[in-house]
């Protein structure tokens, strides 16, 4: 007999200040990712979705957010910052010619 199933695992990534899309006020927000691992006999072996969210510690609105979007996120608040505008890219590689 297998036993199978799935856990979920929440993780609290950062606290950032952002103003609020419900109620509007600039409080502190949490940045969780949640996880979905599958599990074997009640060992989790490996996740199945991850999924991110701030949640409005004001009102306790959440708030999906891509993957990108909660790199950033956390990237702003360990920079100590909070406006942004450090993205970085790769550099556009050269196409060999020859
Ligand atoms: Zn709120």
Not at 11 to 40: D, E
Not at 52 to 76: D, H, I, N, P, R
Not at 85 to 96: K, N
Request: glycine share 12%; with cysteine; proline share 5%.
């Amino acid at each position: 007999m297998i036993i199978f199933g799935t856990k979920g695992y929440l993780y609290q990534l950062a606290i950032l200040t952002l103003v609020c899309g419900h109620c509007g006020n600039p409080s502190a927000h949490t940045l969780r990712k949640r996880v979905t691992k599958f599990t074997l006999f009640f060992v989790p072996l490996f996740p199945i979705s991850t999924k991110y969210a701030t949640q409005c510690t004001f009102c306790g609105a959440e708030q999906k957010v891509t993957k990108e979007q909660a790199e950033q996120l956390q990237t702003q608040s360990a920079a100590g910052g909070g406006y942004g505008g450090q993205q970085q890219y790769g550099q556009p590689q050269q196409p060999y010619q020859s």
